[in-house]
């Protein structure tokens, strides 16, 4: 990952800004990962969206690039339930790419180099 601070924010910019926006591109992919004793699962993708969208921004602005940053990771942190159960409703030949185990197992470790990264960027925010 590169080492400049501004490239490390606009990159997780661009990040949380494909993703926000995937979730109202294809918020099917996304509603396997809310539990059905929350209700709604488009209701949920699409307010993740906007918590993805809201950090973008945040971030994107260097005077709210530290609190972007930190509200970024904690986002991070947030889905990762919604990955684990992504990833115990996985099975071999599932429709959806999202859904088959190989995906749906391998994206979890990948939540740890997120939150550092959107770490990284709060910390290195003047």
């Given amino acids: 990952m590169a080492r400049h601070p501004n490239v490390l924010a606009g990159s997780l910019v661009a990040a949380l800004t494909v993703t926000g926006t995937l979730h109202f591109l294809r ?3 996304f509603e396997g990962l809310i539990p059905k004793a929350l209700g709604s699962p488009r209701a949920w993708v699409y307010g993740s969206g906007v918590a993805e969208l809201a950090c973008a921004a945040a971030v994107a602005v260097p005077a709210t690039r530290r609190v972007g940053g930190y509200a970024s990771a904690a986002l991070f942190v947030g889905v990762f339930p919604g990955n684990v159960k992504m990833a115990l409703d996985s099975h071999p030949g599932a ?3 999202s859904r088959r185990p190989s995906v749906a ?4 470790p990948l939540q740890v180099p ?6 990284r960027v709060a910390r290195s925010a003047g």
């Fill in 95 to 97: 429709r959806h790419w």
């Fill in 105 to 108: 197992w391998g994206r979890l």
């Fill in 114 to 119: 997120l939150v550092a990264w959107a770490w």
């Fill in 27 to 29: 918020p099917r992919v």
